[in-house]
């Protein structure tokens, strides 16, 4: 195990500590359980904070249910806005979405893509306003995030980068976000600036490998996801469409109960769209959707058509 990433690691969390504590986003992943357990070493104070997605795999609900029990008793809340919470003594919060991924597909007038992933932000990324956010966010796991994600990455681009001059931190700009790339004192002192007003991420294992990762969890005896000993490398929503299309089709053939309910959701949506008058092209059922959405694309529609049709309802 590379015990100097440990160490970093740890002193990173500490670093950014805020006084009410970190939000620990938690997926369930062997990302999210290293930041898990790496709060627990470094003596933290942390809430450890789930969105259900509604198109989780069983498997990884179940684990989820597990890791959480370890923080307490499960109470039920609802709160004056109907949001339902599921928390687990007074450090673990399952958090369950007002509309289901069958209710975005309706609404959206399409499935999520690779280029619309209206369900990562609905879904995934809601929650922790105001808050200093802790994520698993590693450079190994795609080029996109080495390109677009450091240690530290503050949205609300304008009003963090006069902070950063007025601090004389050292940060770099990126589209739209400011990252630091060093916790120095000026860093840490415009983290404490705008995590209660702009989206703040610490990413403390951003430098990890998957191998680091792997050490570390079998290091601590930490079983992880029962998903990855079937063969999977990561773990994601069921029907997910950053995998490949066999990854994709894969899904459906072990969970097919989930298949029937996207083709619900798709015949939904086309009902919908009749009832607003909305001329569908291309698509006469909810199998047709299901083929393309899976890359069997039986009248050469591009997401261009997709997105016209979005703007004409």
Not at 137 to 145: D, F, I, Y
Request: aromatic share 10%; proline share 4%.
């Amino acid at each position: 195990m590379n015990t100097e990433k440990e160490r970093i690691a740890i002193e990173r969390l500490k670093a950014f500590e805020p006084d009410e504590g970190y939000y620990l986003c938690y997926s369930g992943g062997k990302d999210s359980d290293t930041i898990r357990i790496l709060a627990d070493i470094a003596g933290i104070k942390y809430e450890c904070h789930n969105n259900h997605t509604t198109v989780d795999a069983p498997e990884t609900v179940y684990y989820i249910r597990q890791v959480m029990s370890k923080y307490g008793e499960r109470v039920r809340e609802v709160d004056e806005d109907g949001a339902i919470t599921y928390r687990y003594g007074t450090q673990g919060f399952v958090h369950i979405p007002k509309k289901s991924m069958w209710d975005l597909i309706a609404e959206k007038n399409m499935p999520p893509t690779r280029l619309v992933r209206y369900c990562c932000s609905e879904l995934k990324e809601k929650g922790g306003k105001g808050r200093l956010k802790v994520t698993g966010v590693r450079w190994a796991e795609s080029n996109k995030r080495k390109n677009n994600r450091s240690l530290v990455d503050i949205d609300k681009k304008k009003r963090t980068l006069k902070a950063a001059e007025e601090l004389g931190a050292e940060y770099e700009e990126k589209k739209h976000s400011v990252s630091l790339n060093l916790d120095n004192n000026e860093n840490r002192r415009l983290v404490e600036h705008c995590y209660r007003t702009d989206n703040t991420l610490v990413n403390p294992i951003i430098d990890w490998t998957d191998e680091d990762v792997w050490d570390f969890l079998h290091h601590y005896g930490c079983e992880s996801n029962p998903m990855y000993k079937c063969g999977k490398k990561r773990i994601g929503c069921i029907g997910c469409p950053m995998q490949s299309s066999n990854g994709m089709k894969a899904d459906f053939a072990k969970y097919p109960k989930y298949r029937d309910a996207y083709l619900r959701a798709f015949a939904k949506m086309l009902e919908n769209n009749d009832r607003k008058g909305i001329n569908h092209n291309y698509f006469t059922s909810p199998e047709r959707v299901m083929r393309w959405w899976l890359g069997e694309n039986p009248d050469q529609v591009t997401i261009d058509d997709w997105l016209q049709e979005r703007e004409e309802i």
